[in-house]
């Protein structure tokens, strides 16, 4: 079954840390995986996806096919970063994206 | 962002009454998606469809009904509305062989 997993639910950091969102999934064949932000109260935001392999505000992700994961790095929080991220997953023959159940990031200053 | 809105933006309904929220792209986007957002669940998809007239269910359709009778519009309807699903709603559409969705600025429902 496609399953998508962020096992934390609130990660908080200082200003200036490194920040890494964990993402792992399961599915049998080659996903294509992203991470979407939500910044407070708005809509979902595309931040990357990993076939772009682009660095958006900082952010990179690295698919490790051995490990599963889609894991979201940054070497130096911004308090701005303070939002809820979601991983997601698509395979090639669907048409739906399956999303993990969020983390929620907070920079304090 | 500028080309999927929703109404209405906010409701509060009773228990028992059928909602209607609506979901307009001017995008042109032949997918369109719509998702509840709960604490712990992430987001789930209720129904989608992948061209006018042409729907189907996700994960959580029990309770929700939709239609899309033009390309631009996806309605989703509570047909009797119950305190479970109180949530935040969001559209989403993309275009066909492009996986990447885009999302709409969601609907909070309260249902009393």
């Known amino acids: ?109 | 962002d500028a080309g999927i809105t929703q109404s209405p933006r906010h409701k509060v309904t009773e228990t028992g009454t059928p909602v209607t929220l609506r979901c307009h792209q001017t995008e042109n986007h032949r997918y369109m998606y719509w998702y509840r957002q709960d604490p712990g669940h992430g987001l789930r998809l209720i129904h989608y469809s992948y061209g006018v007239k042409d729907t189907d269910k996700g994960e959580v359709s029990d309770g929700y009904s939709v239609s899309r009778s033009k390309t631009e519009d996806f309605l989703l309807t509570l047909e009797s509305a119950t305190s479970s699903q109180t949530s935040v709603y969001f559209c989403a559409s993309r275009l066909a062989g492009e996986m990447t969705q885009y999302f709409g600025p969601g609907t909070r429902l309260l249902v009393l």
């Open chain 1, 1 to 109: 079954a496609q399953r998508v997993t962020q096992p934390e639910k609130l990660l908080s950091v200082f200003k200036g840390a490194p920040v890494e969102l964990k993402c792992n999934y399961s599915y049998s064949g080659s996903p294509e995986l992203f991470w979407y932000v939500q910044y407070s109260r708005q809509r979902l935001q595309l931040l990357l996806r990993h076939i772009s392999r682009e660095s958006i505000k900082g952010f990179t992700a690295d698919l490790n096919k051995g490990e599963t994961s889609f894991h979201l790095k940054k070497p130096f929080a911004q308090e701005e970063d303070s939002a809820m991220y979601y991983c997601a997953l698509s395979g090639h023959n669907t048409d739906k994206l399956i999303f993990g159940t969020g983390t929620r990031l907070q920079v304090f200053p």
